[in-house]
């Protein structure tokens, strides 16, 4: 290991993880047991962990050291449309919705601008946190044009609002105009997520449209950022 010896360590400590040999939400062992594991400098080990972190293996949390993360993320597709309820049931693994808010309000300034809406508009306000293997791990704030999708119940809300607007109220829905964002959880972010330490959330901001145009939804998908993995598939245009 004495030629890029710290790329020896990173591969050695991440193939370890993957066969499971440090735990996911274990703590590595410190810089300085790693060191005289290695017998190399503290400094070479920094650069190993500094490069699992990079790749996804480790989080680095102040006062806690290196944290070895679940390498089990759920790909969630950029491009696509797709519900909690039908990404869940592709996991195979226990899922639950709770719902924590459900009113109708009025629009206020920044709501009539995200959705198009006057102020005489009534929106669906639906606040759900998303369960799996009892971990919280997303936040979603939807907001609906009431006049488009009437009727959510708490049921509705706790199964599938998209189901409930294709299958029952016959709509289609189209497109979406998407934003993705890092920022630092805020306190409603603190209170009802498990964020095992995270200093930062992704957020995926979304307008959703039906396919005559008509602005439906606006939400914001908040995320733990060791769970999930945005993908697509991009194409070179020649």
């Not at 949390?61 to 993320?73: F, M, N, P, Y």
């Not at 901001?205 to 999930?228: C, G, I, M, W």
């Amino acid at each position: 290991m004495k030629t890029n010896k710290y790329l020896a360590i990173y591969q050695e400590i991440s193939q370890q993880i993957e066969k499971g040999e440090f735990a996911a939400r274990k703590q590595l062992p410190s810089e300085h047991e790693l060191a005289e594991r290695y017998k190399t400098s503290r400094e070479t080990i920094r650069k190993a962990l500094n490069l699992l972190a990079q790749n996804g293996f480790i989080q680095k949390i102040r006062g806690k050291g290196s944290i070895v993360l679940d390498l089990a993320k759920f790909d969630f597709p950029v491009s696509g449309l797709v519900s909690f309820k039908e990404l869940a049931s592709k996991l195979g693994k226990p899922w639950k919705t709770l719902v924590h808010e459900l009113e109708t309000i009025a629009p206020d300034v920044f709501l009539q601008n995200e959705l198009n809406l006057t102020k005489n508009d009534t929106v669906r306000k639906v606040i759900r946190i998303r369960e799996i293997n009892e971990e919280k791990i997303i936040l979603d704030k939807d907001f609906f044009n009431e006049r488009l999708v009437p009727g959510l119940t708490k049921k509705i809300c706790e199964d599938s609002i998209y189901e409930y607007i294709e299958k029952d109220l016959g709509l289609t829905i189209s497109f979406a105009k998407k934003e993705i964002i890092v920022e630092e959880p805020t306190e409603e972010d603190q209170n009802l997520l498990s964020l095992n330490g995270f200093h930062n959330v992704v957020v995926v901001k979304n307008h959703v449209y039906l396919d005559d145009a008509s602005l439906l939804q606006y939400t914001e998908s908040r995320h733990r950022p060791d769970k999930f993995r945005f993908v697509d598939f991009a194409r070179r245009n020649h």
